[in-house]
């Protein structure tokens, strides 16, 4: 049996982010991941380290990815120092674009709610009119029906992928333990450790994170955690590679470190189908070229589905059990956004105990009904 101080349940961002930062606190840390098969949102997101949409009806957790993007520059210098891989981090602010009046008013009425909520903390997002956006874009035309745009200064974006690979190698760098192809089938506490069994042998250690997206809802129960999550897919088109254009990150629409112009999103409710569709590829399409004239002479060479890992909420969930304490789960459908976060103060908790203000709030108690049972429809 393989022991450690702590094991992670996941290899996507969520866990290896978390793992990274338990190595430097002085943990000896083993992460179990699936295999490459598995659901990973990982591989299918957009990139975005983006606030602005972040937390309407909890204000904990939009302050939370905010911490996180104050916390990138450093962690984007970490990762680069012990994995030599640039994730391509941006950081000067990103847009969402409006296109119609409609739009508008409809995100004007959810930053007005945000801002309510945030209080004295502040919500620092603003509607900007459209020549003002195009002047941010120097070279881009913006098509007749943007109206404007609503502005953060602390979104940007990353390759997500790189991310992904800074973040394994780096952990492994630190003396961090990778194990795939060892997916998690049964959890036990023989009374002073866990027990991780997997087809390639049992990992035992006093602490257990599951940070495995869908994997979480059989194995939460196992170790007395009630986790709500359910899947929402997300398509995406990819265009070849092309001139510079879009300097700065945008929410459906981005040009990635490598040229080629990244258009989304969709978001379906078909349980765990990761397909595509047809339908909503158009849509996408159209929206783009609706935005960006400019694009509509470029080719799509991939399009992918992916599964989001979706609280009822929307918001993370962090929690300890307390019925075997010890025994955590993380998880959150942002895991580029909280990747900094994680790697900082979540691993501060699980390796100290110590939680920020109003850490509290990330409990999935907050979907308790009045029978005791969390509900996953909020």
Not at 50 to 58: C, E, I, L
Not at 331 to 345: D, E, I, K, P, Y
Request: charged share 25%.
């Amino acid at each position: 049996m393989e022991t450690s101080d702590v094991i992670v349940v996941g290899g996507g961002l969520f866990g290896p982010a978390t793992a990274y930062g338990l190595r430097q606190q002085g943990l000896d840390t083993v992460v179990l991941d699936d295999g490459d098969d598995v659901l990973r949102a990982a591989r299918g997101n957009f990139g975005l380290v983006w606030v602005q949409s972040k937390g309407m009806g909890m204000h904990q957790y939009h302050a939370w990815s905010r911490e996180s993007a104050h916390l990138y520059h450093d962690f984007t210098s970490e990762l680069r120092e012990f994995s030599g891989t640039d994730i391509a981090h941006r950081n000067d602010g990103g847009m969402h674009l409006l296109l119609g009046e409609a739009e508008r008013e409809q995100r004007r009425r959810e930053m007005d709610i945000m801002r309510q909520q945030a209080g004295a903390d502040g919500f620092e997002c603003e509607i900007i009119e459209r020549e003002e956006a195009e002047k941010m874009m120097p070279g881009v035309r913006l098509g007749d029906d943007v109206v404007g745009a609503s502005f953060s200064k602390h979104d940007g974006d990353v390759n997500p992928l790189q991310l992904l690979r800074a973040i394994h190698a780096s952990f492994q760098h630190l003396g961090g333990r990778f194990r795939s192809d060892s997916r998690v089938e049964n959890i036990r506490h023989d009374g002073s450790v866990f027990i991780a069994e997997t087809k390639n042998g049992a990992f035992a250690a006093p602490k257990i994170v599951l940070a495995c997206g869908h994997g979480i809802t059989k194995l939460a129960p196992m170790v007395g955690l009630d986790t709500p999550i359910v899947p929402q897919r997300g398509q995406v088109l990819v265009t070849e590679r092309a001139e510079p254009l879009l300097n700065m990150a945008l929410g459906t629409v981005r040009q990635t470190d490598e040229g080629t112009v990244q258009i989304g999103n969709t978001e379906e409710d078909v349980e765990f189908d990761d397909g595509t569709t047809l339908s909503a590829g158009q849509a996408m399409a159209r929206r783009a070229v609706q935005v960006f004239p400019q694009l509509a002479g470029l080719r799509l060479i991939r399009t992918w589905g992916c599964i989001r890992v979706l609280t009822p909420d929307k918001c993370a969930i962090y929690d300890e059990s307390e019925e075997f304490p010890g025994a955590y789960v993380a998880t959150s459908h942002s895991g580029v956004t909280l990747a900094a976060v994680n790697a900082r103060h979540t691993a501060k908790w699980i390796a100290t105990g110590e939680t920020p203000p109003g850490f509290e709030e990330f409990s999935a108690k907050r979907f308790k009904t009045e029978g005791g049972h969390v509900s996953t429809h909020h």
